[in-house]
């Protein structure tokens, strides 16, 4: 037996882990109840449904979305599309949808979440760059973000192309000077782009459809990519190179990353001064990656010979804007995306993520949630029920005013450590600690952010037992630290409050309560009692419960040696009624006992 302990509660647990699946728990509206549901029959993927969802959810879609996608959304959902919404129109709007569709012309900021009221549950983006979402706000309102990160990668890579080509041939200026009675066939001498090198900055989907084209031109294409695989370059015979390599050898710089706090005005005053006198620069990423008045210095200063943008940092820039007016800039509006293939292709992706993630099914492109293989989850699933009562059992058994802080999940199991995938047990195990005692709504978005804010350490240590990796868990124990107990013989040997379950036929069992073995499947409620150990207690508090219509379900017994303290588990269908507890608490033998509800 082995065992490995780590702490698991940090923020970047919340990000993207592998291109796959995410499934969770999903409220249309605070007012409906909800529970996790799992479909019958091989292969089923379990999924985090909506119960008695009475009413069609409301989605609103703040930006223009192709027709087909429309239709997909109005079969499930009540459609409202509101196009040019003021941002104080947004934030009225949105308390009273479930869902808000948004291209990158509306700013899903903190104030938007706030104002939903807890009802927004998923934001789609359609389209790639979810700049304009705050995800931090988004994760902690257990709202879900997805986007539809491929149907416009082409249109984008070919808008890159469009570009160069356009601004190397200095196309929009000649035009404007044709249609303007000119003809200056002089002055719009342009540059052959064959044999030239272009740097390609950011080789994700864009970044490699962009080379692929170039290299059809006859360019020399090298790529700069921290987290681009190399084997990828390779196959697409491209040379990942250092990012001052990149710039201080392209003739052409297009832009293909993300906006992000790392790549901010990543093109400056400093890293002009080090590219080649003449550069040419494409950007049809995000305004933000060029601090856009450096550009204008270096363009000025002859440094940059042309760009072409597409995006800016204020988009509409300011129609007075230097960049946009200067001669040697070609610009287009955000065209990136805008196909009809690219826009088809982009609604249909959004509407059907978005009511998939209505639904409750998985999200396959869920950007604030780790995700979690189908098949994961359909192993998982009754460890994930195990999980959520055992958290909620835990809770149930602290004293009021203990404060709980410091929790360790231990994981037994006969697989190797990476291959069981733990979080989303940890995201049920904390869903359970936390919603007994509190009106937050925790789900697999928002449950290690949930946990962290209410400052809960919730460490996870795996024991790897020997036999059989057939079965992914063996145990799970929850065990919290420095707390009273509303049950003393909860609290185990070592002073922590201490539950174990297992799951057995598919069933979650509780199996462990403090130093005490018992044996109890986890349904209904449940009531603990401490008893020195003699003949009789099971029918006599099987008698007090059936004057009182209450059912038993099942009654387990642990004791730590025959006529010595016994922890007696007695699961019940009904509440009993208060006298009806006291009158179990007033039997002779009875030490202690507590009502739980799982
Ligand atoms: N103008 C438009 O209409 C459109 C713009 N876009 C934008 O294009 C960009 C790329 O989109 P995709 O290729 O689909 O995304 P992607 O996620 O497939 O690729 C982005 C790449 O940038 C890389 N990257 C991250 N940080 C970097 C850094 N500091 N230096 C260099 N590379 C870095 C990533 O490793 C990744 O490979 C995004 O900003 C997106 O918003 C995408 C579609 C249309
Ligand atoms: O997908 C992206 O990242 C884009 O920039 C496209 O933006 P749009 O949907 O055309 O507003």
Redesign the pocket.
Known sequence: MAASSSNLVSSSSLKRISPSFLSWKLPISSAFGVSVAFPRGRGAVPRFVVLAMDAKPTVLVAEKLGEAGLNLLKDFANVDCSYNLSPEELCTKISLCDALIVRSGTKVNREVFESSGGRLKVVGRA???IDNVDLAAATEHGCLVVNA?TA??VA?AE?GIALITAMARNIAQADASVKAGKWQRNKYVGVSLVGKTLAV???????SEVTRRAKGLGMHVIA?????PADRARAIGVELVSFDEAIATADFISL?????P??SK?LNDETFAKMKKGVRIIN???GGVIDEEALVRALDAGIVAQAAL??FTVEPPPKDSKLVQHENVTVTP????STMEAQEGVAIEIAEAVVGALKGELAATAVNAPMVPAEVLTELKPFVELAEKLGRLAVQLVAGGSGVKSIKVTYASARAPDDLDTRLLRAMITKGLIEPISSVFVNLVNADFTAKQRGLRITEERIVLDGSPENPLEFIQVQIANVESRFASAISESGEIKVEGRVKDGIPHLTRVGSFEVDVSMEGSLILCRQVDQPGMIGKVGSILGEENVNVSFMSVGRIAPRKQAVMAIGVDEQPSKECLKKIGDISAVEEFVFLKL
């Open positions: 389209g790639v760059g990160p416009n990668t984008a808008h900055m950011g080789f994700g989907k864009v970044g700069h990519d921290p987290y681009a293909h990353m993300p906006l992000t790392a790549t990543i049809v990423a995000r597409d995006v955000h065209l990136g995306a």
